[in-house]
């Protein structure tokens, strides 16, 4: 039978790792050893622990790593967190009792008072079926389509017929960028230079009283997440209304399905915005997908949060789990003393707490 046990990763470790990932995937989020020390050797909170999964001759043979972060419970109280990412077992060692064994090892670590994760249509029976873990919240997704080349030239290889497609819809982006420049007039927000870091700092010190308790963000995670990885990074724009910076949201351009996205991984604001304000918003989003090409702009979060729910709503669509690969619920194992706080359905959770992109 194998041996679960919680190791922390180091440098001498990163082979075995990589090796275990290569033997079911091939991606280079699995096999890039930059990426992977980024990811875990990395993050300003710390390495991440390997639940490593051994067998008799002490081969790792699978694993799950606990991603350290800090989860802020107010303005000025903190604990221990972390996220459960890269799943892997090699597939002549996978069996129900090394499952249940990594499974039941999330649970309770030492040293962390939370633990987030989410689950795939694979493990989803495991936590759900077996282990009856209750769904926290589930994030929500809404975009909005932008262009048609994408979605044409999946199932048209003429070039001139995509492109004639994409002149069509032009009206369309045209629209958005006209709309959005008219909604600025009223709104006055559009987004502007990086502030500096004193007014960083009290950005980040309104969003945690604003959010509730959240995945804490700050200047180095900020940093860490879309600036330093080699293939995870994004980019992030400042949120101005006249004089005042309001706070952050975050995109990264990634391909789906053939389908050029922006997405929105993350949204950091100090105040709520009126209806006025979060509708041109999500235009100043969709402006940024139509200005680099995009095929449509899209986030998913936990849009029942006060900070992401100007995320819902015009002109952004609501789109169902059945038309996503997976739907996306989060569970969340506290310690005694922190369940109150971790018990609420409206958590702050964004793309940039998850690894998908």
Not at 116 to 138: G, M, Q, W
Not at 176 to 181: H, T
Not at 244 to 261: D, R, S, T, W
Request: aromatic residues 10%.
């Amino acid at each position: 039978m194998n041996k679960i046990c919680l190791e922390a990763l180091n440098e001498d470790g990163l082979d075995e790792q990589i090796a275990v990932g290569a033997a079911v995937y091939s991606t280079p989020e699995v096999t890039d050893r930059e990426h992977f020390r980024w990811k875990h050797l990395g993050n300003p909170t710390g390495v991440s622990t390997s639940i490593s999964a051994r067998n008799v001759q002490g081969e790792l043979v699978g694993r799950s790593f606990l991603q350290p972060r800090r989860v802020s419970l107010g303005v000025t109280d903190s604990c221990a967190g972390a996220t459960v990412t890269d799943l892997v077992v090699k597939p002549e060692e996978r069996n129900a009792a090394t499952m249940i064994s990594m499974t039941r090892a999330v649970r309770a670590p030492e040293g962390i008072d939370v633990v987030f994760h989410t689950s795939n249509e694979v493990s989803d029976i495991f936590y759900r079926k077996l282990f009856k873990f209750p769904v926290a919240f589930s994030l929500q997704a809404a975009g909005l389509p932008i262009g048609v080349a994408g979605a044409i030239g999946r199932f048209v290889s003429n070039r001139a017929f995509v492109s004639f497609g994409n002149f069509l819809a032009s009206p369309w982006r045209l629209l958005i960028r006209a709309v959005s420049g008219v909604c600025a007039w009223g709104t006055r927000l559009a987004f502007g230079p990086v502030p500096q870091a004193t007014a960083r700092t009290e950005i980040f010190r309104r969003f945690r009283d604003y959010a509730g308790p959240h995945l804490e963000r700050d200047d180095s995670f900020v940093e860490w997440r879309f600036s330093k990885g080699t293939l995870f990074r994004g980019d992030v724009k400042w949120l101005w209304k006249k004089q005042e910076c309001l706070g952050y949201l975050a995109f990264k351009q990634v391909e789906l399905a053939g389908l050029k996205i922006m997405v929105i991984m993350d949204s950091v604001l100090s105040r709520p915005l009126s209806g006025g304000e979060s509708a041109h918003l999500k235009l100043m989003a969709a402006r940024v997908a139509a200005d680099a090409g995009c095929d449509a702009v899209f986030t998913i979060a936990n849009i029942q949060n006060p900070a992401l729910k100007w995320m819902s709503g015009f002109p952004f669509i609501a789109i169902p789990d059945r038309h996503l690969p997976h739907p996306t619920p989060i569970f969340v194992h506290a310690a005694e003393g922190k369940r109150g706080a971790m018990g609420r359905p409206d958590l702050f959770f964004s793309l940039a707490d998850l690894d998908y992109f």
